[in-house]
């Protein structure tokens, strides 16, 4: 089968485009034929190198860390899935990823997909949207009528935070720049803050519940998210290499988010999809082969949106 690795750490192009043998299903595992994986900006990290620590992988090492696609085989011990059953799920950060034709997947990860996308970018979601679902209500324990300010709220993490906000009844206050505003507002935001003209600190008016910082800010003005939030409230920060800021004399917790995959968590995402009431955005769709060329554009800064990679058997 097709697929790309990297045999040492560096710069977007280590990464190869190569045949390499078909994995066979292990106890408690499923190959996928892969229909797409996405870029996350995590792959780009842990290519260069930066994730040894959390994220120690094993070279050559397959990026791809969500998978959509079909059943193909199974291992022993699998219970609840057929071949041919079209799943999504968030893969085991230290094993191999999804850029491939084929992928080993521990069953346990994977759900149905939803059925109303198209199975392809059905991969955009299990990264992105468990992040941000975890970020409120697994940190921030959102409930009906809290004020939320999703900071940075124009690309993919902040797209699913806005619409889940919103769903669970909240105001949601979101900063975009003015390419993404539109998107954003389309997604349920309340107020759309312009970030590259207007300090957050002087248009939140009113304190804020849950401030989620997903922009990489400079470290003063993350630290200024928590004089935005109310007594009790918390900062959920998705950056992680700058810690989130907290006050404990009024009880404002600061959280810094790893995502985790959580199967339970994704089909409940998946069911708000196939209800109509989370919508999935795909900025573009790129072929396999072109994967280094996708990760030079995004350490470029040169990627907006969700970016779905599409295996070349497609």
Known sequence: MKAVRFHEYGDPDVLRFEDVEQPVPGVGEVRIRVAGTSFNSVDGNIRGGFMRGPIPVVLPHTPGLDVAGTVEALGEGVNGLEVGDDVVGFLPMDGNGAAAEYVLAPAEVLTPAPKSVPLTDAAALPVVGLTAYQALFDHGKLTAGQRVLVNGAGGAVGGYAVQLAKNAGAHVIATASHRSSEAVRSAGADEVIDHTTTSVTTAVTEPVDIALNLAPVDPAELATLVTLVRPGGVVVNTTVWMPA??????????????????????????????????????????????????????????????????PSAE
């Open 245 to 310: 800021p907290s006050d404990e004399e009024r009880g404002v917790r600061g959280i810094d988010l790893f995502v985790r995959s959580d199967a339970e968590q994704l089909a409940q995402l998946v069911a708000s999809i196939d209800r109509g009431e989370l919508r999935v955005d795909v900025a573009e769709r790129v072929p396999l082969a072109e994967l280094s060329a996708l990760h030079a554009r995004a350490a470029e800064g040169a990627v907006h949106g969700k970016v779905i990679v599409v």
